[in-house]
Nanobody, 125 residues
Framework: QVQLVESGGGLVQAGGSLRLSCAAS????????ISWFRQAPGKERDFVTG????????YYADSVKGRFTISRDNAKNTVYLQMNSLKPEDTGVYYC??????????????????WGQGTQVTVSS
């Protein structure tokens, strides 16, 4: 198993930036496919972005493409989400998720076995 802890959330004005971190421990980090999901109050959890084990392949939801960037540093056991040009509709709890079976992007939350506790991102207009 792997333990995931998100950090870096906060309150930011529209057009601003935040960088989220997902720190992993336990099972070998570099063997896991990692994705970020977000969930607004009263809504379902939606896929935001994902990254392959090597970091070579990345995937983005259309709503964040060109604004968000996912990256990973396997030596530091950490995945990052750089969020630029933030919009109010980006508001929600952001979760880091990992799975050792996936080799390509999967947008279904049920495909991921391990989850962090989430970090709140609020974008004001």
């Amino acid at each position: 198993q792997v333990q995931l802890v998100e950090s870096g959330g906060g309150l930011v004005q529209a057009g601003g930036s935040l960088r989220l971190s997902c720190a992993a421990s336990g099972r070998t980090f570099r063997n896991a496919f990692i994705s970020w999901f977000r969930q607004a109050p009263g809504k379902e959890r939606d896929f935001v972005t994902g990254i392959s084990r090597s970091g070579v392949s990345t995937y983005y939801a259309d709503s964040v493409k060109g604004r968000f960037t996912i990256s990973r540093d396997n030596a530091k056991n950490t995945v990052y989400l750089q969020m630029n040009s933030l919009k109010p509709e980006d508001t929600g709890v952001y979760y880091c998720a990992a799975d050792y079976r996936l080799s390509v992007s999967n947008k279904d939350p049920l495909s991921y076995e391990y989850w962090g506790q989430g970090t709140q991102v609020t974008v004001s207009s």
